[in-house]
């Protein structure tokens, strides 16, 4: 059976790239031929990020669109679109459109050979420097604390969207895909992991490092390593498995 992917696109004040994220995620769909939902997300833009999406609604029954009142945060509408979607996978692609066709549709390839496709991403000296070192040290910090040899934490995974519901540790903050991933693998599911290119924005600024972002990722890994450590969840992870 060919598997379904959910695409979950964040986008606040995107509106130089949302539409090419929303093009890129379903020309990849069909070149990979698998079917797709295209969940857009406005997380509380002052542009016309909404009125683009909304038009993109309009012209392709596969693109839905949630305009929220106020920006929530990555984690918000991941979780959000990983609930309404009914999909098999779930995959989160930015609406600022630095993740390419090509790069989507190598993940998408493949879909069905794991429970997790996990991409690092080549080119990221096109970030800024501060961003790259904090990148690194999250992640290097991430596997040795858990044990873990994961290349990237933040990229636009693929993931079986049941094993992601299932997840207890949610945050609407930055680190919502770390959450996840450590959660899943230190559960045993199988993982791939792959590079893509990434393919820096065209227009506006990243809003991912942040005196905000940063107090929110240590607080989630708070919870997550009592989560990962808590006996009781040990015990019911057990008798599940």
Known sequence: MVPSV???????????????????????????????GVYVFDDGSADKTGAIAD??????????VVHNPRTMGLGYNYWTGV???????AMMVPGDNE????????????AGK???IIPSLSGQE?????????????VNFLNVLFGLKIDYYNGPCLLRRRLVSDVRVRTNGFAYMAAILVTLLKRGHSHVQLTI?????????????SVKNIASVLATLK?????????????????KR
Do not use: M
């Open 126 to 138: 096109q970030r800024p420097w501060g961003r790259r070192v904090v990148s690194r040290a999250f």
């Open 197 to 209: 290119p990434l393919q820096y924005r065209q227009s506006g600024r990243s809003k991912a490092v």
């Open 114 to 116: 794991a429970d997790l």
């Open 83 to 89: 609930d309404r979607a009914t999909e098999d996978y």
């Open 6 to 36: 959910a695409f979950i696109i964040p986008a606040l004040n995107e509106e130089a790239n949302v539409r090419s994220a929303v093009e890129a995620c379903l020309a990849s769909a069909e070149k990979a031929g698998l079917p797709c």
């Open 223 to 239: 919870d997550l390593w009592i989560d990962c450590h808590s006996p009781r969840r040990n015990k019911i992870f057990a008798e």
């Open 99 to 110: 993740i390419s066709q090509d790069a989507i549709v190598a993940l998408l390839r493949e």
């Open 55 to 64: 038009a993109l609604a309009a012209a392709d029954a596969r693109v839905r």
